[in-house]
């Protein structure tokens, strides 16, 4: 079965979208499916304009829309993007000759990837990894309540009642869609998971990369990840001092880049060589970085979004065996078990954050803390591998693709 996937990026950019993705793609290959993609004119405006309309990137074919040639004004840009993508969808549907349709967050790619599916008598699912009116609120595009936020809001309304079936990330976000009516037949989970064979526990430190780094002999407290608003890592600098009183050779190091770069950048410079920055780094690298972290941060600040979608990065740590503290916002709250998977601590609380990472430093290599290693480990392997995930696609796109 051929699936054509309608993306609003891809790789070779970086976020937790694109792990998302990847790790879909592999395990739906593995099942022996047959994917392939489509990114929309916002993966253009991110990457570049395409020097071609199709490319293979880590070993997957993806067709390229370019950026409509129009004044970016946010109303009218959005239909322009959603011709564009439409248009484009018509001819890769043409030339790959797809059985369904999934469309990827946000609901400017559902749209598209429902009418041209229509057309073509296609079936079509979409997949939300995040409700669009949240994401632009973090992003300071609009405030909860808004006029904007009530016109995405319904138009992710829309988008989900008009497609075949609704995928979501987590059970915060079916929640949400039942209760605006949704049927829950029409509802399936398919959550965030990791790759056991790429993310396997990490038992010694790269010391060659500690020492490019630049760390010293203590501790390292870190994150990595995206440096967006919402994870709250300023609060992390913030909590920083009142670790340095119980713990004076902590390191705090970020890997990664963001929106907030520059901003946590100027923050840490009192700090000195105490925080490091290593800017971005390249998915191979990636638990090499893990390696040299003793201890993880996840400070998310609570808000719709955080309570109700789960991010990817906690999972990573599980895989890998590295401890980490996050904070008690509901999409943590669905990946970890306080005490027995991984440490929760109030969300915004700057004491309780450090309180928490100084816990979980003085405790390491305890039987305690290898316990919740243990455990953690075993609940990614058994319950959060990409390869059971991708499982759950299989009979929906069989029961649209040949209903009884």
Request: glycine fraction near 8%.
């Amino acid at each position: 079965m051929r699936v054509l996937h309608i993306l609003d990026h891809s790789a070779p950019l970086q976020s937790g979208y694109v792990s998302r993705t990847l790790g879909i793609l592999r395990a739906q290959r593995g099942l022996g499916f047959d994917p392939v993609c489509l990114t929309t004119p916002r993966h253009s405006a991110d990457a570049g304009e395409p020097e071609t309309e199709v490319e293979e990137v880590m070993g997957f074919r993806f067709h390229r829309t370019g950026t409509p040639q129009k004044k970016r004004v946010p109303g009218p840009m959005f239909i322009t993007e959603m011709f564009e993508t439409a248009r484009r969808l018509a001819d890769v549907i043409e030339a790959e000759k797809p059985d369904v349709l999934h469309a990827h967050s946000p609901c400017l790619n559902a749209f598209p990837a429902y009418h041209v599916a229509k057309k073509h008598g296609l079936p079509s699912v979409y997949e939300i990894r995040a409700f669009w009116e949240d994401a632009a609120v973090d992003l300071g595009n609009t405030t909860e309540g808004s006029l904007r936020y009530r016109i995405t809001r319904a138009m992710e309304t829309r988008a989900c009642r008009d497609v075949d079936h609704v995928f979501t990330i987590c059970e915060g976000l079916r929640k949400d869609l039942l209760a605006r009516g949704i049927p829950s037949s029409k509802l399936s989970l398919a959550p965030n998971a990791i790759e056991p064979e790429r993310l396997s526990p990490v038992d010694q430190p790269d010391a060659k990369l500690r020492a490019e780094i630049g760390l010293g002999d203590g501790p390292v407290i870190g994150f990595v990840g995206s440096f967006y608003h919402y994870e709250g890592l300023e609060l992390l600098l913030g909590a920083f001092p009142k670790i340095l009183e119980a713990i004076p050779n902590a390191q705090l190091l970020f890997v990664g880049g963001g929106m907030q770069d520059a901003n946590l950048r100027a923050a840490a410079k009192p700090f000195g060589d105490a925080i490091k920055f290593t800017g971005r780094v390249q998915p191979d690298v990636v638990p090499s970085h893990y390696s040299v972290i003793d201890l993880l941060v996840y400070p998310r600040l609570k808000m719709r979004l955080t309570d109700l979608v789960t991010p990817l990065k906690p999972l990573e740590a599980m895989a890998m065996k590295r401890r980490f503290i996050a904070s008690d916002v509901g999409g943590h709250q669905e990946l970890v078990r306080h005490g027995e998977t991984g440490r929760l601590f109030t969300a915004g609380d700057v004491g309780a954050l450090a309180g928490s990472a100084i816990e979980a430093l003085q405790k390491a290599n305890t039987p305690e803390d290898q316990g919740i290693l243990e455990r953690a480990l075993a609940f990614v392997r058994e319950e959060r591998s990409w390869s059971a995930v991708a499982r759950r696609y299989a009979p929906i796109y069989e029961r649209l693709v040949s209903p009884a």
